[in-house]
């Protein structure tokens, strides 16, 4: 019983430690070519929280299912002639009011 508290108490004191692992990414220089190189679960991660920032912006509170796939669709398309050019910059310009 003493071995498993200790090793409770072990795991309690190392799990503050492990939970600093986080990884900040600046969501405005990732560019095509970085996420052409994503596997598909990243793309897909990557993709559902470009669409909810810019739903959040356009105040929608709603999701489109069918609209949301014809877009990302519509992004990778473009992202593989613009490897270098940042995803955000060119999201901004698809989706600024003329």
Known sequence: MKKLIVA????GALAPTLSQAQVKIDMMKVTCGEVLAMSPDDQ???AAFMS???SQRAGRSF????LFQKNVASVMDWCKSNKDTSVMVGLERATEKK
């Open 8 to 11: 409770l108490a072990l795991a």
């Open 44 to 46: 897909a991660d990557f």
């Open 52 to 54: 909810g920032f810019f």
């Open 63 to 66: 999701i489109d299912m069918a």
